[in-house]
């Protein structure tokens, strides 16, 4: 079984509609991260969380929120989905004071 | 504002040739720098470099890192088709609290 998982894998849906994407991992780390990948842009951060408890915007968090309900379980919602959130979203864990990644298999989603 | 650039963007290559891909970067505050492979979707690990002059090195892949000049190349050697991905550079700042930012990717065809 994979160690993050993400679900769904493929999203369509239109424009105003509220979407959640859903990260699990059973690594045991206590880091997650969610990203967005767009085409000539490379992965650019949406939000970070380092415990349950504690909760980071990134470079990219408008129109974005999050929920970290476990630590093994962290949510994206889309409030109002609108067609320039298209696009590959991942998310990530790591451990610590590690810095390295790891990926889960990724959502992509289309708003139309 | 953090950046990091990679060049080139795309590169055509046959098998067994040897390229270099290169990575710059601009950050607050330099912590490490990492190179990923993405072939269908999920990045996958390849180095993490955070000291000048010490080549990691994989098989065929090898990196360095020029903090004084702030780039660092990742070589790979003998390419193969299985080597046809996009690879990440990403250098770890504390601009945000240990997060990430990301290069557009280097596309890279290894053709038979």
């Known amino acids: 079984d994979a160690d993050v998982t993400q679900t769904p894998r493929n999203r369509i849906t239109k424009t105003g509609k509220r979407i959640m994407l859903e990260c699990s991992q059973t690594?045991?780390?206590?880091?997650m991260y969610w990203y967005r990948q767009d085409p000539g842009l490379g992965l650019r951060l949406i939000y970070y969380s380092f415990d349950v408890k504690d909760i980071n915007k990134g470079e990219i968090s408008d129109g974005y929120s999050v929920s970290r309900q476990a630590q093994a379980k962290f949510s994206l919602s889309l409030e109002s989905a609108i067609p320039n959130q298209t696009a590959l979203y991942f998310c990530a864990t790591g451990q610590g004071h590690y810095y390295e990644q790891f990926f889960g298999p990724g959502t992509r989603l289309t708003v139309l | 504002e953090d950046k990091v650039v990679q060049s080139p963007l795309s590169l055509v290559v046959h098998e067994g040739d040897t390229v270099t891909l290169n990575c710059s970067y601009e950050?607050?505050?330099?912590?490490?720098l990492l190179w990923y492979k993405q072939e269908k979707k999920a990045p996958t690990f390849l180095f993490m470099l955070?000291?000048?002059?010490i080549e990691k090195k994989s098989g065929r892949l090898s990196s360095i890192l020029d903090k004084k000049e702030l780039f660092s190349i990742l070589n790979i050697t003998a390419t193969q088709t299985g080597d046809s991905a996009i690879y990440l550079c990403?250098?770890?700042?504390?601009?945000?609290?240990?997060?990430?930012?990301f290069g557009p990717g280097t596309r890279l065809s290894v053709l038979p």
């Open positions: 950050v607050t505050n330099f912590r490490s």
């Open positions: 990403a250098v770890v700042s504390d601009n945000y609290g240990q997060n990430f930012v």
């Open positions: 955070t000291s000048s002059g």
């Open positions: 690594k045991g780390h206590d880091r």
